[in-house]
Protein backbone atom coordinates (compact mmCIF):
# COMPACT_ATOMS: atom_id res chain seq x y z
CA UNK A 1 0.00 0.00 0.00
CA UNK A 2 2.32 2.16 0.52
CA UNK A 3 3.32 4.62 -1.92
CA UNK A 4 6.96 4.45 -3.54
CA UNK A 5 8.73 7.35 -4.87
CA UNK A 6 7.59 8.34 -8.01
CA UNK A 7 4.76 6.56 -8.27
CA UNK A 8 1.16 7.67 -9.08
CA UNK A 9 -1.85 7.29 -7.83
CA UNK A 10 -4.56 5.41 -10.01
CA UNK A 11 -7.48 6.82 -8.93
CA UNK A 12 -8.25 9.93 -6.42
CA UNK A 13 -11.66 10.88 -5.59
CA UNK A 14 -12.36 14.22 -4.56
CA UNK A 15 -15.33 14.94 -2.21
CA UNK A 16 -16.13 18.27 -2.54
CA UNK A 17 -14.57 19.89 -5.40
CA UNK A 18 -13.93 23.44 -3.78
CA UNK A 19 -11.00 25.54 -3.05
CA UNK A 20 -9.29 23.11 -1.02
CA UNK A 21 -10.47 19.96 -2.47
CA UNK A 22 -9.87 21.90 -5.98
CA UNK A 23 -6.34 22.61 -4.91
CA UNK A 24 -5.25 19.32 -3.51
CA UNK A 25 -6.73 17.89 -7.29
CA UNK A 26 -4.58 20.30 -8.90
CA UNK A 27 -1.65 20.17 -6.43
CA UNK A 28 -1.67 16.70 -7.27
CA UNK A 29 -1.87 16.67 -11.04
CA UNK A 30 1.26 19.52 -10.89
CA UNK A 31 3.33 16.82 -9.26
CA UNK A 32 2.54 14.48 -11.51
CA UNK A 33 1.18 12.09 -8.92
CA UNK A 34 -2.11 10.85 -10.00
CA UNK A 35 -3.35 9.21 -13.24
CA UNK A 36 -7.21 9.81 -12.85
CA UNK A 37 -9.60 11.98 -10.48
CA UNK A 38 -12.99 11.92 -10.06
CA UNK A 39 -15.09 14.05 -8.43
CA UNK A 40 -18.21 14.19 -6.18
CA UNK A 41 -20.45 17.33 -5.04
CA UNK A 42 -23.71 18.58 -5.00
CA UNK A 43 -23.95 21.51 -7.53
CA UNK A 44 -23.84 19.59 -10.87
CA UNK A 45 -22.40 23.51 -12.72
CA UNK A 46 -19.76 23.71 -9.92
CA UNK A 47 -18.66 19.89 -10.74
CA UNK A 48 -18.86 21.13 -14.56
CA UNK A 49 -16.72 23.74 -13.94
CA UNK A 50 -14.46 21.52 -12.48
CA UNK A 51 -13.92 19.61 -15.29
CA UNK A 52 -13.46 22.38 -18.16
CA UNK A 53 -10.81 23.78 -15.82
CA UNK A 54 -8.83 20.46 -15.67
CA UNK A 55 -9.39 19.81 -11.95
CA UNK A 56 -10.90 16.47 -12.10
CA UNK A 57 -11.39 14.07 -15.12
CA UNK A 58 -14.99 12.98 -14.52
CA UNK A 59 -17.82 13.75 -12.08
CA UNK A 60 -20.55 12.12 -10.57
CA UNK A 61 -23.87 13.03 -8.85
CA UNK A 62 -23.83 9.92 -6.95
CA UNK A 63 -20.95 9.65 -4.60
CA UNK A 64 -20.71 5.66 -5.02
CA UNK A 65 -20.01 5.44 -8.71
CA UNK A 66 -17.11 8.39 -7.19
CA UNK A 67 -15.49 6.24 -4.67
CA UNK A 68 -15.70 2.85 -5.75
CA UNK A 69 -12.89 2.68 -7.62
CA UNK A 70 -10.82 5.01 -5.87
CA UNK A 71 -7.31 4.08 -3.88
CA UNK A 72 -7.47 7.66 -2.29
CA UNK A 73 -10.73 9.33 -1.16
CA UNK A 74 -10.24 13.27 -0.33
CA UNK A 75 -13.29 14.47 1.69
CA UNK A 76 -13.22 18.34 1.09
CA UNK A 77 -16.31 19.22 2.07
CA UNK A 78 -18.04 20.99 5.33
CA UNK A 79 -16.66 19.62 8.94
CA UNK A 80 -20.66 19.31 9.81
CA UNK A 81 -20.85 16.64 6.57
CA UNK A 82 -17.96 14.53 7.24
CA UNK A 83 -19.87 11.56 8.88
CA UNK A 84 -22.60 11.95 6.43
CA UNK A 85 -19.88 11.70 3.60
CA UNK A 86 -18.42 8.24 5.48
CA UNK A 87 -21.94 6.53 5.69
CA UNK A 88 -22.38 7.23 2.21
CA UNK A 89 -19.41 5.71 0.86
CA UNK A 90 -18.63 2.90 3.80
CA UNK A 91 -20.15 -0.11 1.67
CA UNK A 92 -18.59 1.17 -1.43
CA UNK A 93 -15.02 1.60 -1.22
CA UNK A 94 -12.35 -0.33 -1.54
CA UNK A 95 -10.41 -2.70 1.17
CA UNK A 96 -6.93 -0.89 0.61
CA UNK A 97 -8.26 2.30 -0.41
CA UNK A 98 -7.33 5.44 2.14
CA UNK A 99 -9.27 7.76 3.24
CA UNK A 100 -8.16 11.32 3.92
CA UNK A 101 -10.07 14.47 5.18
CA UNK A 102 -9.27 18.49 5.38
CA UNK A 103 -11.50 19.30 7.87
CA UNK A 104 -11.00 22.31 9.90
CA UNK A 105 -11.86 20.00 13.24
CA UNK A 106 -10.50 16.72 14.16
CA UNK A 107 -11.67 15.60 17.09
CA UNK A 108 -15.82 15.06 15.42
CA UNK A 109 -14.17 13.97 12.45
CA UNK A 110 -12.45 10.71 14.35
CA UNK A 111 -16.04 10.39 16.27
CA UNK A 112 -17.55 10.71 13.23
CA UNK A 113 -15.74 8.00 11.56
CA UNK A 114 -15.70 5.64 14.98
CA UNK A 115 -19.04 6.15 14.47
CA UNK A 116 -19.85 5.28 11.26
CA UNK A 117 -17.08 2.65 11.15
CA UNK A 118 -17.67 1.24 14.58
CA UNK A 119 -14.13 1.85 15.17
CA UNK A 120 -12.43 4.24 12.98
CA UNK A 121 -11.08 2.53 9.78
CA UNK A 122 -7.50 1.67 9.48
CA UNK A 123 -7.46 3.49 6.34
CA UNK A 124 -8.34 6.73 7.55
CA UNK A 125 -6.18 9.22 7.82
CA UNK A 126 -7.61 12.28 9.64
CA UNK A 127 -5.82 15.41 8.78
CA UNK A 128 -6.01 19.55 8.12
CA UNK A 129 -4.16 21.77 5.55
CA UNK A 130 -3.28 24.95 7.21
CA UNK A 131 -4.19 26.54 4.57
CA UNK A 132 -7.08 28.72 2.71
CA UNK A 133 -7.95 31.87 1.58
CA UNK A 134 -11.37 33.85 2.15
CA UNK A 135 -12.55 32.52 -1.64
CA UNK A 136 -14.63 29.57 -2.01
CA UNK A 137 -15.28 27.20 -4.83
CA UNK A 138 -13.07 25.45 -7.61
CA UNK A 139 -12.60 28.63 -9.42
CA UNK A 140 -10.60 29.63 -6.24
CA UNK A 141 -8.52 26.63 -6.33
CA UNK A 142 -4.87 27.02 -7.27
CA UNK A 143 -2.47 24.25 -7.51
CA UNK A 144 0.53 25.83 -5.00
CA UNK A 145 -2.19 26.53 -2.36
CA UNK A 146 -0.20 24.05 0.39
CA UNK A 147 2.99 24.93 -0.88
CA UNK A 148 5.59 26.02 2.50
CA UNK A 149 1.72 25.12 4.14
CA UNK A 150 1.21 22.77 7.68
CA UNK A 151 -0.43 19.73 6.74
CA UNK A 152 -1.54 18.41 10.46
CA UNK A 153 -2.07 14.66 10.62
CA UNK A 154 -4.21 13.71 13.94
CA UNK A 155 -4.58 9.57 13.11
CA UNK A 156 -5.95 7.75 16.06
CA UNK A 157 -4.78 4.33 17.75
CA UNK A 158 -6.44 2.31 15.14
CA UNK A 159 -4.88 4.18 12.22
CA UNK A 160 -2.69 2.17 10.02
CA UNK A 161 1.37 3.92 10.32
CA UNK A 162 1.71 2.80 6.89
CA UNK A 163 -1.68 4.88 5.38
CA UNK A 164 -0.80 7.89 7.90
CA UNK A 165 3.29 7.77 5.98
CA UNK A 166 1.17 7.17 2.73
CA UNK A 167 -1.10 10.53 3.27
CA UNK A 168 2.36 12.00 4.64
CA UNK A 169 4.58 11.60 1.70
CA UNK A 170 1.57 12.72 -0.65
CA UNK A 171 1.39 16.12 1.37
CA UNK A 172 5.02 16.42 1.09
CA UNK A 173 5.05 15.24 -2.82
CA UNK A 174 2.91 18.85 -3.00
CA UNK A 175 5.05 20.96 -1.23
CA UNK A 176 3.41 21.04 2.40
CA UNK A 177 5.12 20.67 6.21
CA UNK A 178 3.31 17.67 7.50
CA UNK A 179 3.33 17.52 11.54
CA UNK A 180 1.27 14.46 13.20
CA UNK A 181 -0.65 15.72 16.54
CA UNK A 182 -3.28 14.46 18.54
CA UNK A 183 -6.86 15.60 17.17
CA UNK A 184 -7.88 17.25 20.73
CA UNK A 185 -4.34 19.20 20.67
CA UNK A 186 -5.02 20.17 17.56
CA UNK A 187 -8.32 21.51 18.04
CA UNK A 188 -7.31 23.63 20.86
CA UNK A 189 -4.39 25.07 19.17
CA UNK A 190 -6.33 25.93 15.96
CA UNK A 191 -9.45 27.37 18.26
CA UNK A 192 -6.77 30.05 19.22
CA UNK A 193 -5.08 30.80 16.04
CA UNK A 194 -7.88 30.23 13.68
CA UNK A 195 -11.66 29.96 14.61
CA UNK A 196 -11.47 32.84 17.34
CA UNK A 197 -9.81 34.87 14.76
CA UNK A 198 -12.71 34.07 12.40
CA UNK A 199 -15.17 34.68 15.10
CA UNK A 200 -13.89 37.76 16.07
CA UNK A 201 -13.50 39.52 13.03
CA UNK A 202 -17.49 38.22 12.09
CA UNK A 203 -18.58 39.85 14.72
CA UNK A 204 -16.69 43.35 14.73
CA UNK A 205 -17.71 43.23 10.90
CA UNK A 206 -21.68 42.26 11.79
CA UNK A 207 -21.81 44.85 15.02
CA UNK A 208 -20.24 48.24 12.83
CA UNK A 209 -23.22 46.84 10.32
CA UNK A 210 -25.96 47.36 12.76
CA UNK A 211 -24.14 51.20 13.27
CA UNK A 212 -26.16 54.43 12.05
CA UNK A 213 -22.98 55.03 9.98
CA UNK A 214 -22.61 52.18 8.15
CA UNK A 215 -22.08 53.47 5.20
CA UNK A 216 -20.01 56.07 6.18
CA UNK A 217 -17.99 53.60 8.43
CA UNK A 218 -17.09 51.18 5.50
CA UNK A 219 -16.15 54.02 2.97
CA UNK A 220 -13.54 55.42 5.91
CA UNK A 221 -11.76 52.46 6.10
CA UNK A 222 -8.08 51.65 5.71
CA UNK A 223 -5.82 49.19 4.55
CA UNK A 224 -5.72 47.90 8.19
CA UNK A 225 -9.06 47.01 8.37
CA UNK A 226 -9.20 45.27 4.92
CA UNK A 227 -6.85 42.98 6.44
CA UNK A 228 -8.33 42.70 9.83
CA UNK A 229 -11.44 41.91 8.36
CA UNK A 230 -10.83 39.64 5.17
CA UNK A 231 -11.37 36.38 7.46
CA UNK A 232 -15.01 37.92 7.71
CA UNK A 233 -15.56 37.01 4.09
CA UNK A 234 -15.12 33.70 4.57
CA UNK A 235 -17.93 31.27 4.17
CA UNK A 236 -20.55 31.38 7.02
CA UNK A 237 -21.97 28.11 6.22
CA UNK A 238 -18.84 26.38 6.88
CA UNK A 239 -17.58 28.14 9.60
CA UNK A 240 -21.09 27.56 11.18
CA UNK A 241 -20.13 23.86 10.96
CA UNK A 242 -16.60 24.84 12.35
CA UNK A 243 -17.59 26.82 15.66
CA UNK A 244 -19.97 24.41 15.98
CA UNK A 245 -17.75 21.29 15.75
CA UNK A 246 -15.33 22.77 18.05
CA UNK A 247 -17.38 24.64 20.45
CA UNK A 248 -15.28 23.74 23.75
CA UNK A 249 -12.30 24.34 22.95
CA UNK A 250 -13.48 27.69 21.07
CA UNK A 251 -15.32 28.45 24.17
CA UNK A 252 -12.28 28.16 26.56
CA UNK A 253 -10.09 30.73 24.32
CA UNK A 254 -13.02 33.28 24.21
CA UNK A 255 -13.68 33.33 27.32
CA UNK A 256 -9.89 33.91 28.20
CA UNK A 257 -10.29 36.68 25.63
CA UNK A 258 -13.26 38.61 26.76
CA UNK A 259 -11.50 38.79 30.66
CA UNK A 260 -8.19 39.84 29.32
CA UNK A 261 -10.43 42.50 27.04
CA UNK A 262 -12.24 43.30 30.42
CA UNK A 263 -9.12 44.50 31.44
CA UNK A 264 -7.96 46.11 28.52
CA UNK A 265 -11.51 48.33 28.74
CA UNK A 266 -11.24 48.78 32.39
CA UNK A 267 -7.14 50.36 31.67
CA UNK A 268 -9.15 52.46 28.95
CA UNK A 269 -11.62 53.53 31.31
CA UNK A 270 -9.29 54.82 34.20
CA UNK A 271 -6.70 56.66 31.12
CA UNK A 272 -3.91 53.50 32.30
CA UNK A 273 -1.85 53.98 29.21
CA UNK A 274 1.08 52.24 30.75
CA UNK A 275 -1.54 48.91 30.72
CA UNK A 276 -2.33 49.55 27.35
CA UNK A 277 1.74 50.09 26.04
CA UNK A 278 2.43 46.99 28.03
CA UNK A 279 0.06 44.92 25.94
CA UNK A 280 0.43 46.53 22.83
CA UNK A 281 4.02 46.18 23.21
CA UNK A 282 3.57 42.26 23.89
CA UNK A 283 1.23 41.89 21.36
CA UNK A 284 3.62 43.25 18.58
CA UNK A 285 6.61 41.46 19.81
CA UNK A 286 5.05 38.32 19.17
CA UNK A 287 3.22 39.00 15.92
CA UNK A 288 7.10 40.31 14.94
CA UNK A 289 8.65 37.27 16.53
CA UNK A 290 5.95 34.90 14.54
CA UNK A 291 6.58 36.72 11.73
CA UNK A 292 10.46 36.90 11.33
CA UNK A 293 10.21 33.34 11.99
CA UNK A 294 7.62 32.33 9.44
CA UNK A 295 9.11 34.33 6.61
CA UNK A 296 4.79 34.40 6.05
CA UNK A 297 4.29 37.91 5.58
CA UNK A 298 6.27 37.65 2.00
CA UNK A 299 3.68 35.26 0.71
CA UNK A 300 1.31 37.10 -1.72
CA UNK A 301 -1.87 37.76 -0.58
CA UNK A 302 -4.95 36.07 -2.08
CA UNK A 303 -6.06 38.14 -4.46
CA UNK A 304 -2.60 38.24 -6.30
CA UNK A 305 -2.25 34.29 -6.13
CA UNK A 306 -2.87 32.64 -9.39
CA UNK A 307 -5.89 31.11 -10.04
CA UNK B 1 -1.87 82.45 0.37
CA UNK B 2 -3.73 79.91 -1.54
CA UNK B 3 -1.80 77.66 -3.87
CA UNK B 4 -1.93 78.32 -7.13
CA UNK B 5 -1.79 75.49 -9.68
CA UNK B 6 1.78 74.31 -10.25
CA UNK B 7 2.70 76.43 -8.11
CA UNK B 8 5.68 74.91 -5.62
CA UNK B 9 6.00 75.69 -1.98
CA UNK B 10 9.07 76.87 -0.89
CA UNK B 11 9.75 75.39 2.58
CA UNK B 12 8.08 72.50 3.77
CA UNK B 13 9.02 71.67 7.71
CA UNK B 14 8.12 68.09 8.10
CA UNK B 15 7.62 67.83 12.44
CA UNK B 16 8.09 63.81 12.44
CA UNK B 17 10.14 61.90 9.72
CA UNK B 18 8.57 58.44 9.70
CA UNK B 19 6.47 56.24 7.59
CA UNK B 20 3.84 59.44 7.46
CA UNK B 21 5.48 62.53 7.24
CA UNK B 22 8.34 61.08 5.28
CA UNK B 23 5.93 59.13 2.46
CA UNK B 24 4.17 63.04 2.93
CA UNK B 25 7.50 64.83 1.61
CA UNK B 26 8.44 62.27 -0.53
CA UNK B 27 4.88 62.24 -2.45
CA UNK B 28 5.73 66.07 -2.74
CA UNK B 29 9.14 65.78 -4.06
CA UNK B 30 7.58 63.78 -6.25
CA UNK B 31 4.55 65.53 -7.76
CA UNK B 32 7.27 68.58 -8.03
CA UNK B 33 5.47 70.81 -5.15
CA UNK B 34 8.05 71.83 -3.04
CA UNK B 35 11.57 73.20 -3.43
CA UNK B 36 13.05 72.38 0.34
CA UNK B 37 11.87 70.29 2.87
CA UNK B 38 13.53 70.51 6.38
CA UNK B 39 13.08 67.36 8.61
CA UNK B 40 12.54 67.60 12.75
CA UNK B 41 12.82 64.60 15.28
CA UNK B 42 14.14 63.41 18.38
CA UNK B 43 16.08 60.74 16.52
CA UNK B 44 19.41 62.04 14.73
CA UNK B 45 20.45 59.26 13.09
CA UNK B 46 16.77 58.72 11.38
CA UNK B 47 16.89 62.40 10.44
CA UNK B 48 20.54 61.46 8.84
CA UNK B 49 18.62 58.19 7.30
CA UNK B 50 15.90 61.01 6.26
CA UNK B 51 18.78 63.22 4.29
CA UNK B 52 20.59 59.96 3.04
CA UNK B 53 17.52 58.81 1.19
CA UNK B 54 16.59 62.27 0.13
CA UNK B 55 13.56 62.60 1.68
CA UNK B 56 14.44 66.20 3.04
CA UNK B 57 17.14 68.51 2.35
CA UNK B 58 18.18 68.95 5.74
CA UNK B 59 17.49 68.48 9.35
CA UNK B 60 17.99 70.74 12.95
CA UNK B 61 17.30 69.07 16.33
CA UNK B 62 15.95 72.36 17.45
CA UNK B 63 12.64 72.81 15.62
CA UNK B 64 12.95 76.55 15.53
CA UNK B 65 15.42 76.46 12.93
CA UNK B 66 13.09 73.89 10.89
CA UNK B 67 9.42 76.12 11.42
CA UNK B 68 11.05 79.99 11.20
CA UNK B 69 11.48 80.29 7.24
CA UNK B 70 8.31 77.53 6.50
CA UNK B 71 5.51 78.29 4.22
CA UNK B 72 3.88 74.58 5.99
CA UNK B 73 4.19 72.91 8.57
CA UNK B 74 3.51 69.15 8.36
CA UNK B 75 3.07 67.66 12.04
CA UNK B 76 3.27 63.93 11.71
CA UNK B 77 4.19 62.83 15.30
CA UNK B 78 2.35 60.62 17.50
CA UNK B 79 -1.15 62.24 18.63
CA UNK B 80 -0.54 62.75 22.07
CA UNK B 81 2.98 64.90 21.61
CA UNK B 82 1.07 67.37 19.15
CA UNK B 83 0.58 70.19 21.79
CA UNK B 84 3.84 70.27 23.12
CA UNK B 85 5.03 70.48 19.10
CA UNK B 86 2.26 73.17 18.69
CA UNK B 87 3.58 75.03 21.91
CA UNK B 88 7.09 74.90 20.84
CA UNK B 89 6.91 76.33 17.27
CA UNK B 90 3.80 78.76 18.27
CA UNK B 91 6.70 81.98 18.58
CA UNK B 92 8.66 81.26 15.92
CA UNK B 93 6.77 80.39 12.37
CA UNK B 94 5.66 83.27 10.07
CA UNK B 95 2.90 84.73 10.01
CA UNK B 96 1.44 83.74 6.97
CA UNK B 97 2.69 79.76 7.54
CA UNK B 98 -0.36 77.17 7.19
CA UNK B 99 -0.28 74.03 10.12
CA UNK B 100 -1.48 71.01 9.45
CA UNK B 101 -1.36 67.54 10.97
CA UNK B 102 -1.66 63.61 10.21
CA UNK B 103 -2.95 62.43 13.36
CA UNK B 104 -5.20 59.93 13.93
CA UNK B 105 -7.55 61.86 16.37
CA UNK B 106 -8.98 64.95 15.78
CA UNK B 107 -10.75 66.42 18.51
CA UNK B 108 -7.84 66.61 21.03
CA UNK B 109 -5.61 68.28 18.46
CA UNK B 110 -8.11 70.98 17.75
CA UNK B 111 -8.44 71.28 21.58
CA UNK B 112 -4.40 71.47 21.95
CA UNK B 113 -4.72 73.85 19.40
CA UNK B 114 -7.32 76.21 20.91
CA UNK B 115 -4.85 75.73 23.87
CA UNK B 116 -1.79 76.52 22.60
CA UNK B 117 -2.99 79.75 20.52
CA UNK B 118 -5.86 80.46 23.00
CA UNK B 119 -8.06 79.93 20.01
CA UNK B 120 -7.52 77.80 16.82
CA UNK B 121 -5.24 79.27 14.42
CA UNK B 122 -6.76 80.27 11.97
CA UNK B 123 -3.83 78.79 9.61
CA UNK B 124 -4.13 75.48 11.16
CA UNK B 125 -5.84 73.00 9.13
CA UNK B 126 -6.09 69.69 11.25
CA UNK B 127 -5.77 66.26 8.62
CA UNK B 128 -6.04 62.72 9.00
CA UNK B 129 -4.59 60.79 5.94
CA UNK B 130 -6.21 57.27 6.31
CA UNK B 131 -3.45 55.70 5.09
CA UNK B 132 -0.29 53.60 6.42
CA UNK B 133 1.45 50.07 6.60
CA UNK B 134 2.24 48.33 10.32
CA UNK B 135 5.52 49.55 9.87
CA UNK B 136 7.06 52.22 11.25
CA UNK B 137 10.23 54.81 10.55
CA UNK B 138 11.84 57.15 7.61
CA UNK B 139 12.69 53.48 5.43
CA UNK B 140 9.52 52.51 5.50
CA UNK B 141 7.60 55.62 4.03
CA UNK B 142 7.08 56.26 0.21
CA UNK B 143 5.86 58.10 -2.12
CA UNK B 144 2.72 56.75 -3.11
CA UNK B 145 1.12 56.01 0.40
CA UNK B 146 -1.50 58.59 -0.03
CA UNK B 147 -2.44 57.95 -3.66
CA UNK B 148 -6.46 57.13 -3.90
CA UNK B 149 -6.38 57.22 -0.57
CA UNK B 150 -8.74 59.17 2.15
CA UNK B 151 -7.80 62.23 3.88
CA UNK B 152 -10.01 63.56 6.19
CA UNK B 153 -9.80 67.05 6.98
CA UNK B 154 -11.51 68.87 10.39
CA UNK B 155 -11.20 72.24 10.56
CA UNK B 156 -12.72 74.40 13.29
CA UNK B 157 -14.58 77.25 13.34
CA UNK B 158 -12.00 79.44 12.94
CA UNK B 159 -10.50 77.97 10.67
CA UNK B 160 -9.76 80.10 7.19
CA UNK B 161 -11.28 78.47 4.40
CA UNK B 162 -8.35 79.41 2.22
CA UNK B 163 -6.07 77.39 4.19
CA UNK B 164 -8.64 74.60 3.94
CA UNK B 165 -8.43 74.99 0.56
CA UNK B 166 -4.57 75.36 0.09
CA UNK B 167 -4.28 71.52 2.42
CA UNK B 168 -6.65 70.14 0.59
CA UNK B 169 -5.52 71.00 -2.81
CA UNK B 170 -2.03 69.75 -1.87
CA UNK B 171 -3.38 66.40 -0.70
CA UNK B 172 -5.12 66.07 -4.17
CA UNK B 173 -1.95 66.85 -5.88
CA UNK B 174 -0.65 63.93 -4.58
CA UNK B 175 -3.51 61.59 -5.53
CA UNK B 176 -5.23 61.76 -1.96
CA UNK B 177 -9.06 61.82 -2.00
CA UNK B 178 -10.15 64.74 0.57
CA UNK B 179 -12.86 64.82 2.50
CA UNK B 180 -14.22 67.20 5.26
CA UNK B 181 -15.77 66.45 8.61
CA UNK B 182 -16.39 67.60 11.78
CA UNK B 183 -13.81 67.02 14.41
CA UNK B 184 -16.03 64.74 16.48
CA UNK B 185 -17.57 62.86 14.08
CA UNK B 186 -14.44 61.94 12.92
CA UNK B 187 -13.51 60.34 15.81
CA UNK B 188 -16.79 58.41 16.05
CA UNK B 189 -16.10 57.10 12.36
CA UNK B 190 -12.10 55.96 12.81
CA UNK B 191 -13.04 54.54 16.51
CA UNK B 192 -15.01 52.19 14.58
CA UNK B 193 -13.07 51.44 11.54
CA UNK B 194 -9.72 51.99 13.04
CA UNK B 195 -8.89 52.18 16.54
CA UNK B 196 -11.26 49.19 17.82
CA UNK B 197 -9.69 46.99 14.88
CA UNK B 198 -6.21 47.72 16.55
CA UNK B 199 -7.36 47.41 20.02
CA UNK B 200 -9.38 43.93 19.00
CA UNK B 201 -5.92 42.64 17.54
CA UNK B 202 -3.19 43.79 19.93
CA UNK B 203 -5.49 42.47 22.64
CA UNK B 204 -5.87 38.68 20.78
CA UNK B 205 -2.10 38.29 20.18
CA UNK B 206 -1.65 39.57 23.32
CA UNK B 207 -3.87 37.08 24.75
CA UNK B 208 -2.46 33.68 22.78
CA UNK B 209 0.99 35.08 23.93
CA UNK B 210 0.12 34.30 27.27
CA UNK B 211 -1.08 30.64 26.69
CA UNK B 212 1.36 27.54 27.48
CA UNK B 213 0.56 26.64 23.70
CA UNK B 214 2.09 30.25 22.56
CA UNK B 215 4.79 29.10 20.76
CA UNK B 216 2.61 26.31 19.11
CA UNK B 217 -0.13 28.84 18.36
CA UNK B 218 2.40 30.82 16.40
CA UNK B 219 4.07 27.95 14.46
CA UNK B 220 0.54 26.51 13.56
CA UNK B 221 -1.05 29.89 12.37
CA UNK B 222 -2.29 30.38 8.68
CA UNK B 223 -2.55 33.16 6.25
CA UNK B 224 -6.05 34.11 7.90
CA UNK B 225 -4.19 34.51 11.16
CA UNK B 226 -1.60 36.94 9.74
CA UNK B 227 -3.76 39.69 8.05
CA UNK B 228 -5.90 39.29 10.76
CA UNK B 229 -2.97 40.33 13.08
CA UNK B 230 -1.23 42.68 11.12
CA UNK B 231 -2.44 45.59 12.32
CA UNK B 232 -1.35 44.10 16.09
CA UNK B 233 2.54 45.21 14.64
CA UNK B 234 1.75 48.67 14.53
CA UNK B 235 3.73 50.79 17.06
CA UNK B 236 2.84 50.37 20.27
CA UNK B 237 3.58 54.29 21.51
CA UNK B 238 1.38 55.88 19.01
CA UNK B 239 -1.70 53.52 19.34
CA UNK B 240 -1.45 54.06 23.29
CA UNK B 241 -2.14 58.19 22.28
CA UNK B 242 -4.64 57.25 19.80
CA UNK B 243 -6.67 55.00 21.94
CA UNK B 244 -6.21 57.36 25.02
CA UNK B 245 -7.44 60.53 22.75
CA UNK B 246 -10.04 58.75 21.67
CA UNK B 247 -11.15 57.53 24.34
CA UNK B 248 -14.74 58.07 24.77
CA UNK B 249 -15.74 56.96 20.95
CA UNK B 250 -13.66 53.86 21.70
CA UNK B 251 -15.21 52.78 24.64
CA UNK B 252 -18.40 53.35 23.14
CA UNK B 253 -17.83 50.90 20.34
CA UNK B 254 -16.30 47.92 22.48
CA UNK B 255 -19.02 48.67 24.89
CA UNK B 256 -21.42 47.67 21.63
CA UNK B 257 -19.00 45.10 20.11
CA UNK B 258 -18.30 43.10 24.16
CA UNK B 259 -22.26 43.49 24.25
CA UNK B 260 -22.91 41.36 20.88
CA UNK B 261 -19.84 39.50 21.26
CA UNK B 262 -21.63 38.00 24.42
CA UNK B 263 -24.73 37.08 22.47
CA UNK B 264 -22.26 35.13 20.06
CA UNK B 265 -20.85 33.67 23.05
CA UNK B 266 -24.13 32.51 24.08
CA UNK B 267 -25.27 31.15 20.97
CA UNK B 268 -22.24 28.71 21.06
CA UNK B 269 -23.10 27.49 24.65
CA UNK B 270 -26.68 27.04 22.69
CA UNK B 271 -24.91 25.44 19.93
CA UNK B 272 -27.55 28.10 18.03
CA UNK B 273 -26.12 27.40 14.46
CA UNK B 274 -28.45 29.66 12.65
CA UNK B 275 -27.83 32.47 15.06
CA UNK B 276 -23.81 32.14 14.54
CA UNK B 277 -24.63 32.28 10.49
CA UNK B 278 -26.99 34.86 10.46
CA UNK B 279 -23.92 36.77 12.19
CA UNK B 280 -21.40 35.70 9.98
CA UNK B 281 -23.75 36.15 6.78
CA UNK B 282 -24.28 39.66 7.49
CA UNK B 283 -20.27 40.17 8.52
CA UNK B 284 -19.95 38.37 4.93
CA UNK B 285 -22.22 40.42 2.56
CA UNK B 286 -20.91 43.89 4.17
CA UNK B 287 -17.41 43.16 3.75
CA UNK B 288 -17.83 41.93 -0.04
CA UNK B 289 -20.36 44.63 -0.53
CA UNK B 290 -17.29 46.89 0.86
CA UNK B 291 -14.24 45.40 -1.01
CA UNK B 292 -16.33 45.33 -4.28
CA UNK B 293 -17.49 48.89 -4.06
CA UNK B 294 -13.46 50.25 -2.79
CA UNK B 295 -11.65 47.96 -5.41
CA UNK B 296 -9.50 47.93 -2.35
CA UNK B 297 -8.46 44.39 -2.42
CA UNK B 298 -6.49 45.01 -5.23
CA UNK B 299 -3.92 46.46 -3.32
CA UNK B 300 -0.86 45.37 -3.37
CA UNK B 301 0.03 44.36 0.77
CA UNK B 302 2.35 46.52 2.62
CA UNK B 303 5.55 44.62 2.00
CA UNK B 304 4.63 44.32 -1.65
CA UNK B 305 4.21 48.01 -1.61
CA UNK B 306 7.67 49.62 -2.58
CA UNK B 307 9.49 51.24 -0.13
Not at 65 to 81: E, H, M, Q, R
Not at 201 to 211: C, E, G, P, R
Request: charged share 25%; with cysteine.
Amino acid sequence: MSLQPGQSIKHLAIIGVGLIGGSFARAMRSADMVQHISGYGRNESNLKTAVQLDVIDDYSLDIKDVVKDADLIFIATPVGSIQKILSEIKDHIKADAIITDAGSTKVNVIQAAEIVFDKAPENFVAGHPIAGTENSGVEASFATLYQNHRVILTPSNYTNPEAVKWVSDLWKAVGADVLIMEAKHHDQVLAATSHLPHLLAFSLVNTLTTLDEKQEIFENAAGGFRDFTRIASSDPSMWQDICLANKDALLEHLEHFMGDLKQVKSALEKGDGEFLKQVFQRAKQSRDDFVDKSGSENLPPPNLRPN
